[in-house]
Structures are given as structure tokens and as C-alpha cells.
């Protein structure tokens, strides 16, 4: 009797075993799928990343290159006192130490940053109230802006 009530043990240990072997094989299933699932989420994130990250480079590069224009075509004096306002820290985002002059080797401009109201005038160069053209307007051809 003693080995027939063993056996039934036994016999219960293995259900419940089998039971929980059963469930945690479902989870490490479970785990490896959503795995996967987030390794592509991320792999295509990276490559959107990437292609943002270029796109942005390129915009930026073009909208240097107008600004280079703009300032090679003002007197020599107000590029000149463009230069100088570059040097000071006045809270204008396109002259400020902030900003990336490629011949300077200097750093890039801080994203989000907007030419205020006192500096408008500053940047239009003839007093205007126009604002000075954002970096995110550089996606559209130079000619377009005058």
C-alpha cells in the first residue's frame, strides 16, 4: 500500500509539475515573441531616425548656405556689425555665441530658439518687422526666399 500511495504522489507531483512546466514554457514564449516584436519596433525606429537625422543635416547645410548668402550680399559695414553681434550673447538666435559659423568652427544653433521682438529689427537688418527666417524654412529652395 505504502508503494501505491507513493506512486500516486508521484503521479500528482508530475500533473502539477507538468502543470507549471506547461505555463512557463507559454511565458518564455510570450517573452521571446514580444522580443522580437520590439527588436523590429526598434530597428525601424532606428531607421527613421537615421533618415530624419539626414534630412535634418541637409536642411541645415542649405539654410547655412543662405545665410552665408544674405550676409555676403550686406554691406561690408553691417555684416560687419553682424559679426560683432555673433560675439556677444544678446539673446538673438542666429548672431549669438550659440550659433554655428562654419568658417569658425563654432558650435550649432539651439533648436527651439526665437528671434524676439527687440531683435527683429536687429535681424531684418533695415529695421523691418519681418522675422529672420528659421531654420526649418532651409527645407524649402533657396531661390524661393528671395
Known amino acids: ?3 501505491r500511495w507513493e506512486a500516486s504522489l508521484r503521479e500528482k507531483l508530475a500533473a502539477a509539475w507538468q502543470f507549471e512546466r506547461e505555463s512557463m514554457n507559454t511565458q518564455i514564449d510570450d517573452l521571446h515573441r514580444a522580443r522580437r516584436s520590439d527588436a523590429d519596433r526598434i530597428a525601424g525606429l532606428l531607421c527613421e531616425l537615421r ?3 539626414q534630412d535634418h543635416a541637409v536642411a541645415e547645410e542649405g539654410w547655412w548656405r543662405w545665410m552665408q548668402q544674405v550676409r555676403s550680399r550686406l554691406p561690408s559695414d553691417v555684416a560687419s556689425a553682424a559679426g ?3 560675439e556677444r550673447d544678446d539673446g538673438c538666435w542666429w548672431l549669438s555665441r550659440s550659433t554655428r559659423w562654419p568658417e569658425r568652427g563654432e558650435q550649432e544653433p539651439v533648436a527651439g530658439c526665437a528671434v524676439g521682438p527687440a531683435h527683429r529689427s536687429e535681424a531684418s ?3 523691418a518687422e519681418a522675422e529672420a527666417p528659421r531654420p526649418e524654412a532651409a527645407a524649402a529652395p533657396a ?3 528671395g
Open 84 to 86: 560683432d553681434a555673433a
Open 1 to 3: 500500500e505504502r508503494r
Open 143 to 145: 531661390a524661393s526666399r
Open 125 to 127: 537688418g533695415a529695421g
Open 51 to 53: 533618415k530624419q537625422q
